[in-house]
């Protein structure tokens, strides 16, 4: 079975570093597309990035080009969105997603169950 | 940047009834859209694909249709578990971009 298992709820303070991390199983992880959606609480989804970890191709929606980093630690099928600086307009739900054909950037399906990121002084 | 509008922004049917939500590119698209449905405290969920394609597990009750910059998705008969918001996506041109959804809920 095809499974994104992301990492636990953080509550972390403004100017905080943050990693959040999305396993990959049951597949080839080096061989889709790993994709990053943020939902702000009661809002909509946004695309922030996507991943290849067979080479580390990556690209960034503008809005968020400069704001986080997305890397892939193929050794164990694992992908990361960080921040180096975190700020309160930071809080969110974030998703990782699988593209649903190998080696395309296609449609996204599975999804990672969501990591909640809650920035507060 | 291509922006995806959706129509309604609510949608308040009962079970058993045909829901019908739209999605308008701000340019063409051509049949590269996807609805995705989500519920509340859960990710979201593929739907449709490529405009007109079920997902795997998908029931027939769900279809979808349109090119180019008009798109419908249709619910022909609306069971308890599909109240939920349904977001279309395009993946034409990078950044890929989602609409704001729309939400169907119980009359």
């Known amino acids: 079975e095809v499974q994104l298992v992301q990492s636990g709820a953080e509550v972390k303070k403004p100017g905080e570093s943050l990693k959040i991390s999305c396993k990959g199983s049951?597949?080839?992880?080096?061989?889709?597309?790993i994709g990053w959606v943020r939902q702000m609480p009661g809002k909509g989804l946004e695309w922030m990035g996507i991943?290849?970890?067979?080479?580390?191709?990556?690209r960034y929606s503008p809005s968020f080009q400069g704001q986080v980093t997305i890397s892939a630690d193929k050794s164990i099928s694992t992908a990361y969105l960080q921040w180096s600086s975190l700020k309160a307009s930071d809080t969110a739900m974030y998703y990782c997603?699988?593209?649903?054909?190998?080696?395309?950037?296609?449609?996204?399906?599975?999804w990672g169950q969501g990591t909640l990121v809650t920035v507060s002084s | 940047e291509i922006v995806l509008t959706q129509s309604p922004a609510t949608l308040s049917l009962s079970p058993g009834e045909r829901a019908t939500l739209s999605c308008r590119a701000s340019?063409?698209?051509?049949?590269?859209l996807a609805w995705y449905q989500q519920k509340p405290g859960q990710a979201p969920r593929l739907l449709i694909y490529?405009?007109?394609n079920r997902a795997t597990g998908i029931p027939a009750r769900f279809s979808g249709s349109g090119s180019g910059t008009d798109f419908t998705l249709t619910i022909s008969s609306l069971e308890p578990e599909d109240f939920a918001v349904y977001y279309c996506?395009?993946?034409?041109?990078?950044?890929?971009?989602f609409g704001p959804g729309t939400k169907v809920d119980i009359k």
């Open positions: 997603a699988r593209a649903r054909l190998p080696a395309a950037i296609d449609w996204f399906d599975p």
């Open positions: 049951g597949y080839s992880f080096t061989s889709y597309w």
């Open positions: 991943i290849y970890p067979g080479d580390s191709d990556t």
């Open positions: 340019q063409s698209v051509s049949s590269y």
């Open positions: 490529d405009a007109s």
């Open positions: 996506q395009q993946r034409s041109n990078w950044p890929v971009t």
